[in-house]
């Protein structure tokens, strides 16, 4: 800025004053001192009220009140004092008693923040993301179902992790309207807000009436901006159940049993693969389900003492169901109607076996050894394995356990250069026990045989017991038969061929 623009700067500022250029200046110079003196004021530490030694004896006190906090330790500091001073085990100056008597429950806090730190107190755990949708979303307990129309269904989520959680993995999206008991299934690739949504909407287009309420446990995957968006612009009514009471959501929980497991079992799904597999498996298990598996639903229920009566409607499916409902519409019942007349039951349960087998393939697949893909049979060879398929225990490949490899030896076998001479020992006197002929063969090779390997002869010489006893019943073809398999069953496990 050049000086002539300074100069009226500073003539507009003294006039504006009321006085003379020299003094305007002054003015300004103490205006800016004293600004400064404000700012390093509000910098300034402030001025600490209790000493060390007020520190001290409320750490003494806290210790004393077992740790509490400082909103309930606040009441509770003149009762110790007066209790601890009494006995002797506290004596407080003059200044640090008011201190700590003046002393907030937060001021409190604040001085045992660094205390607590160090004593290993756990830190206040800060709410998830969630903890805001979840309390903007309202909470639906399993009493509040007033005898709901069609389309109100709670929804949860089936993990297909296995034995363990590690991983990604399939999970399953269950549907259940509570009026009628319609169920719907639909695989989840990864457990992704997006992604449910999506298949949520696919699954709205399988249902034969419209979806009015969605009802969710806590899960993060339902509880986020994503879903609620996408209840509101959908217009649906979006609940959820209290946390950690599986019975809010009673009705979905009893198909993820009846229903998902029963059908899918506890293996491990992952990939594309078991996703479309599953996927095939839900197309035909949804109509079986919902077209020919009658269920029960409760009608009342009174508590009589300890015991509590319960009353059920008879039992239907949820086609059924949906039929005898006043509430829905004829569009709603010639379209069920239609679909109800091209379901063979049969050729259902033939789909559902096949796809079952199939995602057990799947999910077997790095441990099954090599063998031919069964064929598929015939509808005619299914319907008439029906009547003999009570005779082979559980049909569903799914509940089946999974074949395990046979296991072998983990270790070379100690004895396998030897096997032969002690079955000659053996066989020239069976009446020996493992033990005499086991130190027959230590004497024989002193120190290569230690007294660890005497099991190992135990097991071989039992093996050679049996097939001698089958000699002396049987006759020598059976006991040679069984000799052989012995022999041959000893060298698999060994892993090497028998010494001759």
Not at 185 to 199: D, F, G, I, N
Not at 267 to 273: A, I, Q
Not at 375 to 394: C, H, N
């Amino acid at each position: 800025m050049s000086w002539v623009l300074m100069a009226a700067y500073w003539s507009a500022w003294a006039a504006a004053l009321g006085t003379d250029l020299h003094t305007a200046k002054a003015n300004r110079r103490l205006l800016r001192r004293r600004r400064a003196d404000a700012v390093a004021h509000r910098l300034r530490p402030a001025r600490r009220l209790y000493n060390d030694a007020t520190r001290e004896a409320l750490i003494v006190i806290w210790e004393t009140s077992d740790r509490i906090c400082g909103k309930r330790l606040r009441p509770l500091v003149p009762i110790l004092i007066e209790a601890m001073e009494r006995h002797g085990h506290l004596r407080l100056a003059p200044e640090v008693r008011t201190g700590l008597l003046g002393m907030s429950a937060a001021t409190i806090d604040r001085v045992l923040r660094d205390v607590r730190e160090r004593a290993g107190g756990r830190k206040r755990r800060h709410s998830p993301p969630s903890a805001a949708i979840r309390r903007s979303v309202a909470v639906r307990t399993f009493d509040d179902w007033d005898d709901p129309p069609p389309g109100f269904i709670e929804a949860d989520l089936v993990a297909h992790s296995g034995p363990t959680a590690k991983g990604s993995f399939v999970q399953t999206l269950t549907l259940t309207d509570i009026a009628t008991g319609w169920t719907e299934c639909a695989p989840l690739l990864v457990r992704e807000q997006k992604l449910l949504t999506e298949v949520l909407s696919a699954m709205r287009e399988w249902m034969p009436f419209a979806l009015l309420g969605f009802d969710t446990d806590n899960d993060s995957v339902f509880m986020n901006e994503t879903v609620k968006t996408y209840c509101e612009e959908a217009g649906l009514v979006f609940t959820r159940c209290r946390p950690y009471r599986k019975n809010d959501q009673a009705w979905v929980e009893q198909k993820n049993g009846a229903v998902v497991r029963r059908a899918v079992g506890y293996r491990r799904y992952e990939g594309l693969d078991a996703a479309a597999a599953l996927a095939r498996l839900y197309a035909s298990l949804r109509l079986f389900v919902n077209f020919f598996q009658p269920s029960f639903k409760l009608a009342a229920k009174a508590r009589d003492g300890a015991q509590i009566r319960k009353k059920y409607h008879p039992p239907a499916t949820p086609f059924q169901r949906l039929l005898a409902d006043t509430r829905i519409s004829e569009d709603v019942r010639g379209r069920v109607n239609t679909i109800y007349a091209t379901l063979d039951p049969v050729l259902l349960l033939k789909d559902i076996r096949a796809a079952q087998e199939h995602l057990v393939e799947i999910a077997d697949r790095p441990a099954t050894v090599e063998a031919a893909a069964p064929s598929a049979p015939t509808i005619e060879q299914f319907l008439s394995g029906l009547r003999t398929a009570w005779q082979e225990g559980e049909v569903r490949p799914t509940n089946k356990p999974k074949a395990k490899a046979p296991r072998g030896r983990r270790r070379p076998d100690p004895l396998a250069r030897v096997t032969e001479l002690l079955r000659e020992w053996f066989e020239a006197e069976p009446w020996r026990t493992s033990r005499e002929l086991f130190e027959r063969l230590q004497e024989a090779h002193p120190g290569l045989f230690p007294d660890g390997q005497l099991r190992t002869l135990q097991r071989r010489v039992k093996t050679w017991r049996h097939a001698l006893a089958h000699k002396m019943v049987f006759g020598a073809a059976a006991a040679g038969e069984i000799s052989g398999q012995a022999s041959l069953h000893a060298a698999d496990a060994v892993g090497v061929a028998p010494v001759s």
